[in-house]
Each structure stands twice: as structure tokens, then as C-alpha cells.
């Protein structure tokens, strides 16, 4: 589409500054379930949104229908909504970063290998599933791929653009013994076919699954606690929403006047690397800002909020490159989240706990978790830690306590550091002890 | 959005390699949406969707693609992509397209599209006075206003003769959120009717001024709220929303999606008892204007009201086409859904709830010496394969004495669907239903939880607060 047309007719309808940003993907995902090929999809979407600026009042709008009418419907909702907005701060649009830090993430590579190598491949891992353990019952593997391309335009003429790929590999195993059944699921994300090794990617998901059988509760009490990578990822995420500058200045965060204070134990350090060279990668954010790499929390201290350009003026800073588009509004996020490692083992890391508890899952932390005062309290499976080694396995525990809390009495991570599909880069962690409900 | 002629070309070019049944889903959507924020309009949005899926099935296999350019080219080179992934000769030439018959079971007297933007901004302006008048604890308000109209066109074929059906679904729904700060921290509260009537229902049916007062109230109260006790504890959970256990420990493992394939618990109960004898259960797509209502499913099956537990007896599943074609003599029965073209349907809940049975709630609560009454859940999982849920409940009190005394926090209550349904040993004369949204593999579909009140004799209670004493 010829977007130049776009900024014209804004103008003539009196929307003084405005901007345009075109996304365009698309995606081929295979999965397997008892041999057969159970879904195959191909996907290819396009959509537009457009935002502007008239009498210092911001509208924006957004479509996946791109024809002849979808500047002037486009230009007609940004009007409605600029005229219904009550916002009283002046708004506009934004021209320009100075610099931008360009990377190419794209590998040609991938999209060049064709989908029945892609089918192969995960037949071979539903194979190598089925060969690994006799109670496996069942096995679904998928296979996911996608590419997008997206622009950004505005008035003062800036143009950006980024392609990107990545694909991700996902199998969950079902095993059964006796009358008790067990579940498992893993997955790998990366955009180099090469960087996945099968062997340990199955063997990991099946012992996962066998390591579960004869999982029973616990006595309640406080136990010394490690939490496994991929649920600590989860907590941190709630952890850094509370560090968007929107959820302070609106007070419901529990990180409002903690800046510059220590909040959590001195072996927590955050940082935010969008320029990082990995699928993850991004120059600039919604708002065309060029993005930058910073850090959140330092040995335990908060040193940034995530600002758009909104919040940004509203403490008279400078945005952080955090601006995103969300239900018809910019907000803010983040991504390629560093969270720093610690330099021992696993085994190191739990070597010294007589009676306690490792975390592997929890289930239901999206309505367990109030997000404003960090409480939480969610069902959790894991197992015991006795005298240093893991030992049997616990189902239908309850982990509760709170965000903040828990980080202040974080004892330190493993050197386990894995990236997960939310961003988040983060090794087990140790805690001092949290509260497990069971028996 | 596609003429017939196109359909018909795109559906033989789909069967060209041996499917045996294609279905092309186009959709439009035109949603609007209001939000305030302390009774400020922050945003006025209007995303446009728009785009059309195409499902192949060749027996036990399903391909799924879906495009946002609906050109002619676009979608005969889908067709061609997807039809390419079966290898065999054609078994069905489509010649015509007739079209679909269903009963409609909403009806909209005021469209929300037609009702002036000002109009809407001052009915939530007004809720939002509402609730920060509540108490000075409440420091920030969120209300809102959705409403999306979906046309669909979609063709079925499954032989020479196609059916084409067009539909409009249009469905809104009210937010209403207080947050509450004080020593203790921060509490929220969150409401949230829906229907797939029109604006009489926010205006006339709904008591919203009602609904916001308790909005607010209910933020401020669980600021002082202990916190839960953990263990086994008799819990009493209150009608309407309370369903959402049901939904989640008891109706995802009963939708064919998981029994089909043996990956429920429940894939063998058809005529086994699954629940206590007090119980039965029913998923109904077609009661009038509400939240989870639909006239035809995704697959173009008109909804029906289908009896999953009668008196504790597992009777029936939500079934697809695509599921139904592993389960002998079953056949689909208007349960498929998708969010939208983007997704492959499957068999999913509609208006789903425990039906009402003898006991006074009142009495229930009485004959209660020591437990949990859970009045609001904030929502829940469970994992079909195995059964396991957890719920957290965002309004709880203790019950002592068969009174409901104090409020507690951080509740939840976890346990396995096969556990807890047989658990049930009260179920009150006083059914009602809660809507929501469930996000699974068909993407989130706008639902209705149900049930009267109910009593669990013994389930485990996660909380902070200790022992119950």
C-alpha cells in the first residue's frame, strides 16, 4: 500500500500529525498425535494501525481489512476517538530518534528448509518420545513457524523497518501407570533449525513426565523453597509490570517511591536488552522511539521505571523505548529480560536444604497473583528436598506468599540461565523459605 | 464478503486431493469499545477484523489456514497450500450451494452502534461516580463498554450439494474494576455482565447502579480481610459465578476435544456415575440473550441444549464434527467454536451450569458449623489430562457457627474434577449464571458459568492464614 497517501489525507481532514505502522506475518505450524499428522495450518495476516493528533488530543484505530476504504475508515475513527478522548495532558506524535540501532535477525535459512523436513523432524521426536519410557500412553508434538515483517511511518517522514523469524518446537507427553496418570510439556524456541538437539529435548520432557509417578502432598508449613526457571520467569513478569510507569503514576503499583531503594536481596539484577541479537530483537518500539538497553534492578535496587512517551512526561523524563499498542491506546511492555545467573550448580544450589521444596509448576498464578499488593497464592506440583538431593514428588501443594517478599529473601540462582517464550532469560532460584500448603 | 461463486471455487480447489469436507469460515468484525478511567474517557477503539479460515478434514486429519486477504487469489492459493498436504484423489465435486437454516435466540431491540458514543460515555461516567463515591479508600476506577458485531458467512461441504449460512453475532459487555488502597495494601474488584442483547439490557435488565455499589464496597472490604486458612475445609460456594468450578474442573474434561482421543478423565464415563447423586449438568447454547449464546456453532450445527450429568450419571460430551468422527455413533452437536477466523473451531462451552436442586442456600449455609463460603471467584484452570484444578477465589468469608462471618483473602481451592464433583452434597434451589471469558485451543470464547448453591463436604483450601479455628 502506498502509505504516503495516508499522511495526505490525515492532513486534509485537519489531524495535523499522525503515524502509520504495517504488520505482516505469517506462519506454518505442524503437530503429530499417535503418528498422524493431527493439524496442519498455514496462516498469512496483514493489519494496519493508525494513530493522530488533532487539538492535542490522540485517536488511533486498527484494521486487517486493507483495501481502497481503509484510509478513509482508518482516518474517520482516529476524528471519533481524538474528539471523545478526555485525556487532559496535550499529546503528539512522535518524530524521531536521533539513532537507531539497526540489526538484521532475519535468517534466510529457515524458511529455505522445507515443511516436510520440518514434519520429519518432529516425527522423529515423537518416535524417540514413544521409545524413551513403556508408559507412555501418548505424545502430541508440534511444530511452529513464523516471519513478520513490520513497519513504521509517520508525518515528519520517519521510516523503520524489521523482519524477524524464529521457531518454536513443543511436545507434551501423557504416561500412564496403574491408575495414576501424568503430564508433561516442554518446548524450544530459537530461529536456528541447527540449535535444537533433539536427544536431550526428548529426554528431558519424558523424565519430566516418569519423575512425576507417586507424587503425593506435604505437611503445610515454611520450607526452605527452589523454584524452577521457567515458574520464576512467571513471577518476575509480574514483578516488572509492577516496574511500568504507568501502574506507578496510577498508584497501584508496589513499586511506587522505591526507586533508587533496595527492594529485593542483593543477587537480583535485571536488565531490559531489546538490542539484543536474538529472536527477540527490536530497534524501535510503538511509538518509533529507538529502544535501549538498561538496567531494572541492580543488586537488589530499583534503578528504571519502563516509560512510553506519555508516562515519560508525566515524570519529566525521557521514554525508555517501552511504548506499545494495546486495546486502542499506547502502553507500555517490555522484552529480552536479563535476569543474572548465579555461578553455581543445581545440585550446589539445593546441597544445604535438609527439608524443603522444589518448585517445578504452578497453575493458576493469572488469577492467583494480585498483581497491585504482589500476594499470591496458587496450586504448585514439584518435589521434595531432603538432606541436599531431590527426592520424592508432590502434587496438589498450594505456593503462596508475596512477590516482594519472596525476592527480598531470594538466596541466590543457579547458573541454569534458559530463555523462555514470555522473554525472560532466568535461572532456578533459591529461596529462603515461602509457605506450602498440602496435608 | 465472498460471493458464492468464489466459495464454490475455493471449496473444489480445497477437495481437488481427497478431502472429504471443507468449510470456509469468513469473517468481519466491527467492535467498538469505551474506556474510562476515574470517569475520564482514556480510550475509544474501533479494531476492524477481517479475514477468512479454511479447514480441510480427510478422515482423521485436519489441515487449518487462514488469510486476512480475502482476494480471489489469495484464497485459491490457500486452498492449494493446504489441500496439498493429502495426497489423494478427489471423492467430492461441489456443485451448488444451498442455504443453512437456523433459529435465532438473540434478539437485540437497541443496537449499541446506533446509540450516541456520548450516550455510552455517560452511563459509565456515571458507574464510575458510583464507585469512587463508595469510600475514599478507592483509589482508581476502571470502567468500560465493549461490544463486537461479527458477520460470518460460512460454507460446509461435506457433498455435491454445499450449505452457505450468514449470521450476525452481536454481543456486549460492561466492565466495571475498583481498586483500593490502604496500610494493607491493594485490593481489587471486578464485575463484568455481558449479554448478546442490546442496550435495553444495560439500561433496563441489569441493576448496574446496584452492581457498581457492591463493586466498590466489595474492593474496600477485602482490604482488611485476613488472610485465608489452608487445609481440608467443608466450603459453601455461592450461585452464578461460582460456576466457574464447574467450568473448569468438570466442563473442560467433558468437551469431545479431550475425550475423543482418551486424553480426559472422563473419556470412558458415558453411563458411569461422575458426580454425587444430587447433580446433573447441561451445556445450552440457546438460552435467549445470554452471554454464551450463539443460533449455529462454527461448523454451521445449530446449538442445542445438551444434558452432560443427569442425577450424578455422566450422559453426554460437547461435540465437534472433527472429534465426532472418533467416537462411534456420536454426532456433533453444536459445541464447536472458535474467537475467530484465526482460530480452528472445537468443541467448547457455551451456557454451562449445574441445574438447580431442592435446598434452601440459606439452609445450606446453616447446617455449615466450620468452613468456607466463597461468594466470587476470580477465575481458575485445570489440566483436562489429568483433572487438576485451582480456583482462587476473589470474595471468601469464613463460615462459623452456620453463620457467614469475617472475610479472608488469598483463597484457593484446588482439587481434581472427578474429586470434587462427587464432593457435592447440598445443591440450593437457586441457580443463576456469570459470564466470562475462556481462552483455549480455539482461542477465547465468550461463556456463561452457572449453578445454584452449592456444598463441597471436604476440599483442600490454599491460603496464608494457617489453621481454621
Not at chain 1, 508475596?402 to 525472560?424: H, V
Not at chain 2, 476473589?394 to 484457593?412: N, W
Amino acid at each position: 500500500m502506498n502509505f504516503a497517501k495516508f499522511f495526505e489525507l490525515a492532513k486534509a481532514k485537519g489531524i495535523e500529525e499522525s503515524q502509520l505502522s504495517f504488520s505482516k506475518s505469517n506462519a506454518l505450524s505442524i503437530s503429530l498425535f499417535r503418528h498422524e499428522i493431527e493439524n496442519f495450518s498455514v496462516n498469512d495476516s496483514q493489519s494496519v494501525i493508525a494513530a493522530g493528533v488533532i487539538n492535542g488530543k490522540f485517536g488511533s484505530c486498527r484494521t486487517e481489512k486493507l483495501d481502497k476504504d481503509t484510509f478513509p475508515f482508518l482516518i474517520d475513527n482516529i476524528l471519533l476517538a481524538a474528539r471523545l478522548n478526555e485525556k487532559e495532558e496535550v499529546a503528539d506524535i512522535f518524530p524521531g530518534s536521533q539513532k537507531y540501532h539497526k540489526k538484521n535477525v532475519y535468517n534466510p535459512k529457515l524458511a529455505a528448509v522445507p515443511a516436510n523436513e520440518k514434519l520429519a523432524l518432529i516425527q522423529d521426536i515423537e518416535k524417540a518420545i514413544y521409545a524413551a519410557d513403556k508408559r507412555v500412553c501418548d505424545v502430541e508434538v508440534g511444530y511452529s513457524e513464523r516471519e513478520s515483517e513490520s513497519g513504521f511511518y509517520n508525518s515528519f517522514g520517519l521510516k523503520l523497518k524489521q523482519k524477524s523469524n524464529y521457531f518454536y518446537i513443543m511436545a507434551e507427553v501423557v504416561m500412564r501407570e496403574g491408575e495414576a496418570t501424568k503430564t508433561n510439556y516442554d518446548m524450544f524456541l530459537d530461529s536456528d533449525l541447527e540449535a535444537f538437539d533433539k536427544d536431550a529435548f526428548v529426554k528431558r520432557v519424558v523424565e519430566g513426565a516418569a519423575k512425576k509417578f507417586g507424587a503425593d502432598s506435604i505437611a503445610s508449613k515454611k520450607y526452605p523453597t527452589v523454584i524452577d526457571r521457567d515458574v520464576m520467569a512467571d513471577l518476575i513478569d509480574y514483578f516488572l509490570s509492577s516496574a511500568i510507569a504507568d501502574e506507578v503514576q496510577r498508584h497501584s503499583s508496589m513499586l511506587e517511591g522505591k526507586l533508587e531503594q533496595k527492594i529485593a536481596s542483593s543477587k537480583l539484577t535485571i536488565e531490559e536488552k531489546p538490542l539484543t541479537k536474538n529472536v527477540f530483537f527490536s530497534y524501535f518500539d510503538g511509538e518509533g522511539v529507538a529502544t535501549q538497553n538498561k538496567v531494572i534492578v541492580k543488586n537488589g535496587v530499583l534503578k528504571q521505571y519502563f516509560y512510553n512517551r506519555e508516562t515519560a512526561k508525566k515524570d519529566n523524563v525521557e521514554s525508555t523505548g517501552n511504548g506499545s499498542w494495546g486495546g486502542g491506546k499506547i502502553g507500555t511492555s517490555y522484552g529480552n529480560i536479563f535476569v543474572k545467573p548465579g555461578k553455581v550448580s543445581f545440585d550446589e544450589l539445593i546441597a544445604d536444604i535438609e527439608d524443603g521444596v522444589y518448585i517445578t509448576e504452578v497453575m493458576g498464578l493469572g488469577t492467583g497473583m494480585n498483581s497491585t499488593s504482589g500476594d499470591f497464592s496458587c496450586q504448585a506440583e514439584g518435589f521434595r528436598i531432603v538432606n541436599g538431593k531431590v527426592a520424592e514428588p508432590l502434587t496438589l501443594i498450594t505456593l503462596s506468599g508475596n512477590l516482594l517478599k519472596m525476592l527480598k529473601d531470594l538466596k541466590g540462582f543457579d547458573s541454569n540461565a534458559k530463555m523462555t517464550l514470555g522473554s525472560i532469560s532466568i535461572a532456578n532460584a533459591r529461596i529462603k523459605s515461602m509457605n506450602i500448603g498440602g496435608k | 464478503m465472498i460471493s458464492k461463486a468464489l466459495a464454490l471455487e475455493v471449496l473444489n480447489a480445497a477437495l481437488a486431493t481427497g478431502g472429504d469436507y471443507a468449510e470456509i469460515y469468513v469473517e468481519e468484525t466491527t467492535p467498538e469499545s469505551f474506556m474510562l478511567e476515574n470517569g475520564k474517557v482514556e480510550s475509544v477503539g474501533s479494531p476492524q477484523g477481517y479475514g477468512c479460515g479454511l479447514r480441510i478434514l480427510n478422515g482423521l486429519r485436519s489441515v487449518y489456514g487462514y488469510t486476512s486477504d480475502l482476494s480471489k487469489k489469495s484464497l485459491l492459493a490457500l486452498a492449494e497450500k493446504l489441500s496439498a498436504s493429502y495426497e489423494g484423489e478427489r471423492k467430492i465435486t461441489v456443485e451448488k450451494i444451498g442455504n443453512g437454516r437456523y433459529k435465532k435466540h438473540s434478539f437485540v431491540e437497541t443496537h449499541l452502534r446506533d446509540v450516541p458514543a456520548e450516550e455510552k460515555i455517560d452511563y459509565l461516567r456515571e458507574i464510575s461516580q458510583i464507585i469512587s463515591g463508595v469510600d475514599p479508600r478507592i483509589v482508581r476506577v476502571q470502567t468500560g463498554l465493549t461490544c463486537a458485531v461479527k458477520n460470518i458467512d460460512l460454507f460446509v461441504a461435506e457433498g455435491p450439494e454445499a450449505t452457505h449460512f450468514h449470521n450476525i453475532e452481536e454481543r456486549s459487555r460492561l466492565f466495571m474494576i475498583a481498586i483500593a488502597a490502604g496500610a494493607e495494601g491493594f485490593e481489587t474488584y471486578f464485575n463484568g455482565p455481558g449479554t448478546t442483547a442490546g442496550w435495553e439490557f444495560f439500561t433496563k435488565t441489569l441493576d448496574y447502579k446496584k452492581l457498581a455499589k457492591e463493586t466498590g464496597e466489595k474492593a474496600v472490604m477485602m482490604l482488611t480481610a485476613k488472610e485465608c486458612p489452608s487445609g481440608r475445609y467443608t466450603v459453601v460456594i455461592k450461585n452464578g459465578w461460582g460456576g466457574v468450578l464447574f467450568h473448569e474442573a468438570c466442563g473442560h474434561p467433558l468437551e469431545a476435544s479431550s475425550t475423543s482421543k482418551g486424553l480426559s478423565v472422563f473419556s470412558d464415563s458415558i453411563g458411569k456415575p461422575i458426580a454425587s447423586p444430587c447433580v446433573s449438568a447441561w451445556d445450552d447454547g440457546t438460552i435467549e440473550n445470554e452471554w454464551g449464546t450463539s443460533d449455529i456453532d462454527s461448523e454451521g450445527v445449530p446449538t442445542q441444549k445438551n444434558e452432560l450429568i443427569r442425577d450424578g450419571i455422566c450422559v453426554g460430551f460437547m461435540v465437534d464434527r472433527f472429534s465426532a468422527r472418533r467416537m462411534d455413533g456420536i454426532k456433533a452437536n453444536g459445541t464447536s467454536r472458535r474467537q475467530s477466523y484465526r482460530y480452528c473451531p472445537t468443541s467448547r462451552m457455551s451456557n454451562t451450569y449445574i441445574a438447580a436442586g431442592k435446598d434452601d442456600p440459606e439452609d445450606i449455609i446453616k447446617d455449615t458449623p466450620l468452613g468456607i463460603y466463597v461468594a466470587n471467584f476470580g477465575g481458575g484452570s485445570v489440566n483436562p489430562t489429568t483433572g487438576e484444578f485451582n480456583f482462587s477465589a476473589s470474595e471468601a468469608y469464613i463460615i462459623r457457627d452456620g453463620k457467614i462471618c469475617e472475610p479472608v483473602k488469598g483463597c484457593t481451592l484446588i482439587g481434581t474434577g472427578q474429586e470434587v464433583l462427587m464432593q457435592i452434597d447440598r445443591v440450593g434451589n437457586d441457580l443463576a449464571l456469570g459470564q466470562g471469558n475462556c481462552g483455549a485451543a480455539s482461542g477465547s470464547v465468550p461463556v456463561n458459568v452457572g449453578q445454584p448453591t452449592i456444598r463441597l463436604k471436604e476440599i483442600t483450601v490454599g491460603g496464608r492464614g494457617g489453621k481454621l479455628e
